[in-house]
């Protein structure tokens, strides 16, 4: 493993169900190259966690912050871990 993979994890709240932002989430996370999943949570919260370089986590995160035209990010909840490298592609999961 890299010494340069990293991983984040976290919840995305607001108007985030039934807007496309999982498409947009698993979009910028294969555009980026990382490794990861986004999933909708009970509660109207998206959950996602993406590993890969750190520099690409963050742009990662930023466009996380913003997300999709129908939808309204009111705060993205990260936590940062060591990479568990069991994780391939960038998926949306159930």
Same mark, same amino acid.
């Given at each position: 493993? &890299? ?5 984040? %994890?976290?919840? !995305?709240?607001? #108007? ?5 932002? /999982?498409?947009f989430?698993?979009? +910028? *996370?294969? @555009?980026?190259?990382? $490794? *990861?999943?986004?999933?909708? @949570?009970? *509660?109207?919260? !998206?959950?996602?966690?993406? %590993?890969?370089? #750190? &520099? =690409?986590? @963050? /742009? ?6 913003? *997300?999709?035209?129908?939808? $309204?990010?009111? #705060?993205? =909840? @990260?936590? +940062?871990?060591?990479p568990? =490298? $069991? ?6 999961? $159930?």
């Amino acid at each position: 493993m &890299a010494a340069d993979l990293h991983r984040v %994890e976290g919840t !995305v709240h607001g #108007r985030v169900q039934g807007v496309g932002y /999982r498409a947009f989430a698993v979009r +910028w *996370g294969k @555009e980026l190259g990382l $490794r *990861g999943f986004v999933r909708n @949570e009970p *509660g109207g919260t !998206v959950a996602f966690a993406a %590993e890969g370089p #750190r &520099a =690409d986590l @963050e /742009r990662f995160l930023d466009a996380l912050h913003v *997300g999709p035209p129908l939808g $309204r990010v009111t #705060r993205v =909840d @990260e936590t +940062w871990t060591p990479p568990e =490298d $069991r994780l391939s592609g960038f998926e949306i999961r $159930r």
